[in-house]
Every structure is written in structure tokens, then in C-alpha cells.
């Protein structure tokens, strides 16, 4: 890992402005200039002054600076100090699989990148941050930190930068230059929002400078009093807001403090909600993360004050008052509270005795409904669904093991939710935070329950994941002797699996063959998981490959496949192609190496599974070096290792998986001799992850070769490679003639009596067997075919010279 150049990624992961930024470039340039002399920078301020978005609009100003770009780090939904690395290498897209402490290997991943990190609401875990914040300091060279914070962190090397209320000019001085106030902008900028055509002019400049004034220039005041605008005139809204500044001044002429400014903005908005209203903005407060609406409703709906149906037109009505922010993205809308009104409504709900509790034990009883359905339909067509809308509930999923684990009589609900979680942790990258709960829960739940001995397999998977494979089948065999001692035959099943995977990562390839197949000879077991399933036939063909038993390792393969896709499952399937891959290495007909190789990567890349991208590059590699490609295998080796940065500290530490690499490194150094070699591999440690992707596969090399409608499959790097063990089966066949044919996804549909879904699903897996990228290519592709239209038997390939695909079927 060490040595690698950074990364040269221009795609933005800052977050979007959904709305109009008000000019600060006094605090920008400042902000610019302590970036430039400081490795941190603290934004501080009150709540509601514009922290945030003033932290953004910077980032973004100066991230073309760093060479591996700005990130964001949304800290307020985050409870527990302990995850505050655990998030920040979530928001890296940085993956743990070490048994380091967390904080220890995020040092490590960032030790040779240069990029900005923006911390973003410190203040609630100050003492978590600050250690963080001085750990990258001393052992990141390359990052510098932009903090939003009530407070400061606190460290010698901190510049602060206080941000303050809008400016606001004299009510009742010269207001011909009114209009260039941020304040007044700000207000008319909202207030157009609500009331179309809204502009400052002679006649309301000095009314909306007073209201302004009034509300000490806050950007969050002034917003939710420009709302106001839908229903009262500005007049109208400045009268009201200085009879309730009358109210709680007590008539006298002292001002306010800031902080009551802005509590008196937000009690007027909420004195101006409905009863329902006020009720679900108390209640969604518990949720830390964005939520939907199916959310609000189990969270919100009590059956008695609140009931399901009144949920939709209460957040209708806060989304209308500015009290909820309504996001969308591909057609998926969520809602979210902004930070003080989050709290505000949190303040509001704990007045009364039991509510928050009561609350929290309905949001995670939500969480566990919605993770145990996900977790019935993994093994399916819905992946990269169920993994997008567990992301974007991350902070909830927190919030409810929190909650469960941290309050008596709920750390069964914990264990449960945990465990349920578990492709969630293991196929997603969530091994470290999922390890966390786990030991949590279990430590928690330490009575002989079913719960706990899926837990106790699970810990075991996770655990053995991060190179303590000891620790990893202690767990195994807890769990395994648990459930035999309570009658839980699927238990035991995913237990003793998990052993032999166990055993595989621990080097004993005879003892993991012994395990898996007393598994196969016991046969299969009601109630297991068809995932782990999966896997288990996965860990079972590798050790027939390594052991040279080619013919039954490509069998097993088949059959798991087999069952991935009459299910349209992805991610065991991109084990499984991998696998077929590598047993052809070892069979030595490389061609079809090469292409299950480009199959499994591309279903790796389409359910984002970065560890077994790093697999599969590791793959390609040995199989570039065999076609006698030594630069393109130097490029691989480069870029696989950067992509390992991105888990751990190092590779799989497994002797077995690393003798063959590592005598790969070598014949290639050598072929290339050591300085092209190096600089190869240092080309291939430059590319982001999408690139060396594509470089893998050769889409660019492809592209730039004009071979868009050009698809006949033949030896050489831009082809598709797919050699004749990659076939389709028989359905899949069939919708690949009729594409030929001409006909749209509803008239395939139609021709077979199947859904309009299952027909697009099919010309995708089509798409990807055969790594085409439109209709067009695949009907040249039957057209050139010549082939009967009764398949033959499948069998794989006789030989590694004829690398054309063919439209036989599996039967």
C-alpha cells in the first residue's frame, strides 16, 4: 500500500444546494486563506448562522486543490463517539476489514492522500472529534480538516474562523443600497419562493431591514420568517413578530440573546403548525437520517393522538412551513429536519414523560420490520435497491441498535436487528461497524437464545473477514454448539459453513474440504439462508480449484449459478463467475479466465462490492500475465492495491491466495524490468476505482476502437472475450432472438407471458453476459451465430483457442 500515488478523482461528493446561496465572500475569502496556511480550519457559531452551508460553498471553492478532491462528513445524526471513524471512513467510501482499532487504520488509508475533510456538527461529540482531527494531523500529511462546531476542538493547530449573523443595515438610515445586505437578499430570496414575483423595493426596504434587524440577521430565522410570506404581508409578519418579542422580553427594552432570537423564530413557527403537525415534527425528530414517508408513518402513528393516515398531510404541511426539506433522487423522496429544528422538536417531545421512548421503540421496531423483509427478498433481483435504501438509512439503523442496546429490556430487539443486518455488514463493506453492534448485542444478550447463535455465526463471519481467523472460529463453534444444544438445525448449518470458510482462510485446504463436504453429504438443511448457501458452494469450489479437482469446482460453480439466476441474484453470482475464473486459471485455458474474469467484475461493479472487485483485479492481473501482457498485469497489480487501501492495511491474508500472486509480481517485474514495472504499477495506483474498472474490462480501449456496432468475438483486447463456457440460458436465449427480431421489452414480454420487469431483466444479464452495451450489438451477435435453435447439452470448453460466444442454452 505504501507509495501509492493518490488518486485523481474529479467527481464531487460534496453535498447539492437545493437552494440559492446568499453572497458571504467576506468569510469565503477568509476561509480561503486559512486553508491555505492551516491544516484545520473551525467554522463556529450559533446554531442556525449558516455553519454548514458556509463550510460547503467553501469546500467547493477550493477542492479542485486537492488531488483526491473534498468530502463531507454529516456528524449530527451520528450518537455513539465510538463510530465517529467508522463514519468518516463510510463517507471515504473507505472499507475496514483489519482488526486494528478503527481510528488506527483510517490513519493508515489516508496516509498518502491529499484531500479536504469537512467535520460537520461537531460540537455533540467534541472529544471524539478532536481525537480524530489530531490523529489525521500527525499521521495524514496530505489531509487538511475544515470543522463546523459550536465550539472549538480545542488543538494547537486550529485557526478559527467565527461565522457571523447576516449584516443588516440601519432600519431607519439609508436604505437606497439596501438591496447589497445578504440579509435582505436572503429574505427576498425566500420570499419569492412563497409569494412569485416577491422583490425588495422603496416601499418594503425598510420593513423587511427591521425584520431582519429583529431577527439579528440568523439565516435560519430570517427563512422561516420568510415563509410566513404565503399568508401575512411584511408589515403584517413584522407586527406579529414584535408582539412576541414584546411577549418574552416582558414589555421591557432588553434584546434578546441570539440563541433566544432564533428560539423565538422556531416557537412561532411550531404556535403556527396544526396539532398533527406539531406532533410528527416532535416525532421525526428521532430520526437522525433522512426518512421516507412509509417511515413517518410507523414512526409518527401512535393509533390514538396520530393515526397513519394523517402522517401524509402533516409532512405536507411541514415541508410547506420549511420546517421539513424535501429531497429527491432517482424518482425516491426523503425528508429531513434541519439540525436545530431536529433538536428542537427532540426538546419538544421530551416534556412529555415516556414519549421519546415510546417513540424510539416504534422507529426501531420499523427499522427491524423493514431490515427483516430486505432480508428475505436478498437473495433476488432487488439488490442494488435494498443496499441504496439501507445506505440512505444508515443514521436510523444506528439510532434504533443504539436505542435498543442502551435501554433496559430492549437488547434482544438489538441482538435480533443486528443479526438480521448481516448481508447488510458483510456483502456492503459494514464489516467493522457490524462486527461493533454485534459484540454489543451479544455482550448484552448473553442468555442461550436463537438470536443469539445466529448472532454468535455472524460475529464469527465478520470477525474472521478481518484476519483474525482464531477469533473468527471461536465464535463459529460457539454458535454451531449453541444451536445443536437448542434444536436449531439452520443454525448449526450456517455455523459449520462458516467453519469450513474459516478453515479455507486459515491455509488448511484438505480441513475446509473435509467440512464442506460433510456438509454436502448431510445435505441441504430447512431454513437455511440461500446466501450463505451460496457462499459456502463458493468456498467449496475454491478449495476444489486450489486442490487441482477442476472438473467438480467448475460443477459446483454451475449449480450455484444455476440457482442465482433463476432467482436474478447478483452478488453470490459475482462470487461464483469469479471463482469459474479462477478455476480456468488453473486449468490454464486463460482465455476463459480472462472472460469470466470481465463478468464477475462487472456484476462486482454493478453491486458495488469493492472487496470482491479487489479479488477479481488481483485475478486479472495473473491472468494479463499469462496472455504475455506484462505492462497491462503491472497496471492491474497497481490498481488493485490501491482498491486494497481502500479496505485494509494489506491483501487476503491467506498464503494460499498470495503465493500466486506474488510469483506473478515477480515474472512481470522481470518481463518489464524493475523501473517499467514500477511505473506501470504506480500508473495503475492513480486510477479511482471506476477507472481501473474500465481499464479491467477494456471499455475505453473498446470505445475509442469504434466498436460499438462492431461485435464479433475474437482474441485481443478490445474484444468482449467471452469464451464458449459463458452461455445463456435457455430463456435468456430466447429473448436474445427475439431482440434480434426487433421487438421492444413489452412485446418480448407479451410473445412469452411473462412481466414487462423479467423480460428487461433478461436483456440486462444478456447485456452483461456478453459485455455489450445496446440492443444493436446482441442482434449482430445472434445474426452471426449458426447455431441450431435447440441448443446442445452445456459442457465446458474443450479447449482455450475458441473464445466465441455461442447462444447454446443451459438446460
Given amino acids: ?115 479536504l475533510l469537512v467535520l460537520d456538527n461537531c460540537e455533540h461529540l467534541l472529544t471524539a472529534c478532536a481525537e480524530l482531527t489530531a490523529a489525521l494531523l500527525r499521521g495524514s ?89 404565503r399568508v401575512l404581508g411584511i408589515d403584517q409578519l413584522l407586527e406579529r413578530l414584535d408582539d412576541r418579542y414584546r411577549l418574552l422580553t416582558a414589555g421591557s427594552s432588553a434584546v434578546l440573546p441570539r440563541h433566544q432570537t432564533l428560539r423565538a423564530a422556531v416557537d412561532w413557527s411550531h404556535e403556527l403548525c396544526t396539532p398533527q403537525e406539531q406532533l410528527v415534527w416532535a416525532r421525526v425528530s428521532v430520526l437522525a437520517g433522512g426518512f421516507d414517508l412509509e417511515t413517518a408513518e410507523a414512526v409518527c402513528a401512535d393509533g390514538e393522538q396520530v393515526m397513519s393516515y394523517d402522517v401524509l398531510e402533516a409532512v405536507a404541511g411541514l415541508v410547506d412551513k420549511s420546517v421539513l426539506i424535501r429531497d429527491e433522487h432517482a424518482g425516491a423522496v426523503r425528508y429531513r429536519l434541519l439540525d436545530t429544528l431536529r433538536h428542537y422538536g427532540l426538546d419538544k417531545l421530551r416534556r412529555t414523560l415516556g414519549a421519546e421512548a415510546d417513540t424510539l421503540r416504534r422507529q426501531r421496531d420499523w427499522m427491524l420490520e423493514r431490515a427483516a423483509a430486505y432480508e428475505r427478498v436478498w437473495f433476488g433481483p432487488g439488490q442494488r435497491t435494498i443496499v441504496t435504501r439501507l445506505r440512505a438509512d444508515q443514521d436510523n439503523l444506528r ?22 443486518l448481516w448481508f447488510y455488514w458483510y456483502a456492503c463493506g459494514g464489516t467493522r461497524e457490524g462486527r461493533y453492534w454485534l459484540e454489543r448485542a451479544l455482550d448484552a444478550n448473553p442468555e442461550p437464545t436463537r438470536d443469539r447463535a445466529r448472532a454468535l455465526w455472524i460475529a464469527g463471519l465478520l470477525t474472521g473477514c478481518s484476519e483474525d481467523v482464531a477469533g473468527g472460529r471461536r465464535r463459529a463453534e460457539e454458535a454451531r454448539q449453541l444451536a445443536l444444544d437448542l434444536g436449531e438445525p439452520a443454525e448449526a448449518a450456517h455455523a459449520e459453513g462458516i467453519l469450513g470458510v474459516m478453515t479455507l482462510f486459515g491455509d488448511d485446504l484438505r480441513g475446509a474440504l473435509d467440512r464442506f463436504e460433510s456438509s454436502v453429504v448431510r445435505g441441504p438443511v430447512h431454513g437455511t439462508l440461500p446466501s450463505i448457501t451460496g457462499l459456502y458452494q463458493v468456498g467449496f469450489a475454491t478449495v476444489l480449484a486450489y486442490l487441482g479437482q477442476t472438473d467438480r469446482a467448475v460443477a459446483v460453480c454451475e449449480e450455484a449459478r444455476r440457482h442465482c439466476e433463476e432467482r436474478g441474484e447478483e452478488w453470490v453470482l459475482s462470487y461464483v463467475l469469479r471463482v469459474l475464473a479462477l478455476t480456468y486459471t488453473v486449468k490454464g485455458e486463460w482465455r476463459c479466465a480472462e472472460s469470466y474474469g470481465r463478468e464477475a467484475l462487472r456484476l462486482k461493479r454493478a453491486v458495488h462490492d469493492v472487496f470482491g472487485i479487489a479479488l477479481t483485479l488481483d485475478l486479472m492481473a495473473l491472468v494479463a500475465a499469462a496472455l504475455d501482457a506484462p505492462e497491462r498485469a503491472a497496471v492491474l497489480l497497481g490498481g488493485a492495491e490501491r482498491v486494497w487501501a481502500d479496505i485494509s492495511s494489506g491483501r487476503v491474508a491467506s498464503t494460499t491466495y498470495t503465493a500466486a500472486l506474488r510469483g506473478c509480481e515477480t515474472r512481470v517485474a522481470e518481463a518489464l524490468g524493475r523501473p517499467d514495472y514500477e511505473r506501470a504499477h504506480r500508473r495503475g495506483g492513480a486510477l479511482g476505482l471506476t477507472e481501473i474498472v474500465e481499464y479491467a474490462l477494456q471499455e475505453q480501449q473498446a470505445r475509442k476502437r469504434g466498436q460499438e456496432n462492431r461485435q464479433e468475438c475474437r482474441p485481443g483486447p478490445a474484444a468482449p472475450s467471452v469464451c464458449d463456457g459463458t452461455r445463456l440460458t435457455r430463456r435468456e436465449a430466447e429473448v436474445a432472438r427475439l431482440v434480434a427480431e426487433g421487438l421492444a421489452n413489452q412485446q418480448i414480454a407479451d410473445r412469452l407471458v411473462i412481466a414487462r420487469r423479467t423480460a428487461e431483466g433478461h436483456v440486462e444479464r444478456i447485456l452483461s453476459k456478453l459485455g455489450f452495451h445496446n440492443r444493436s450489438q446482441i442482434a449482430a451477435w445472434v445474426t452471426a451465430q449458426t447455431l441450431p435453435e435447440q441448443p446442445p447439452s452445456p459442457g465446458p470448453p474443450s479447449t482455450p483457442a475458441q473464445p466465441a460466444p455461442t447462444l447454446s442454452a443451459e438446460r
Fill in 141 to 229: 500529511p496530505g489531509i487538511r480538516i475544515l470543522a463546523t462546531s459550536r465550539h472549538r476542538l480545542a488543538l494547537t493547530e486550529e485557526h478559527l474562523l467565527e461565522v457571523r449573523p447576516l449584516p443588516v443595515p440601519d432600519p431607519d438610515g439609508d436604505l437606497s443600497e439596501a438591496g447589497g445586505y445578504p440579509a435582505l437578499a436572503l429574505f427576498a430570496d425566500r420570499a419569492a419562493a412563497v409569494v412569485p414575483g416577491f422583490t425588495l423595493t422603496p416601499a418594503n426596504r425598510a420593513s423587511v431591514a427591521r425584520l431582519c434587524h429583529r431577527l439579528d440577521g440568523l439565516p435560519l430565522a430570517i427563512e422561516l420568517a420568510a415563509v410566513r410570506m
Fill in 399 to 420: 439510532t434504533a441498535l443504539d436505542f435498543s442496546l442502551a435501554t433496559s429490556g430492549e437488547a434482544l430487539a438489538g441482538l435480533r436487528l443486528a443479526g438480521t
Fill in 1 to 115: 500500500m505504501g507509495g501509492s500515488a493518490p488518486r485523481r478523482d474529479r467527481t464531487t461528493h460534496l453535498p447539492v444546494e437545493t437552494t440559492t446561496f446568499v453572497d458571504r465572500r467576506g468569510e469565503l475569502t477568509e476561509g480561503r486563506r486559512l486553508l491555505a496556511k492551516a491544516r484545520l480550519v473551525t467554522l463556529t457559531g450559533p446554531g442556525g448562522v449558516g455553519k454548514t452551508r458556509l463550510a460547503t460553498r467553501l469546500a467547493a471553492h477550493v477542492e479542485r486543490a486537492f488531488p483526491d478532491g473534498a468530502r463531507c462528513v454529516h456528524l449530527s445524526g451520528l450518537r455513539d463517539p465510538a463510530l465517529v471513524p467508522v463514519a468518516v471512513a463510510d463517507a471515504l467510501s473507505l472499507h475496514d476489514n483489519s482488526d486494528q482499532p478503527p481510528l488506527t487504520t483510517l490513519v493508515d488509508q489516508l496516509r498518502d492522500r491529499r484531500l
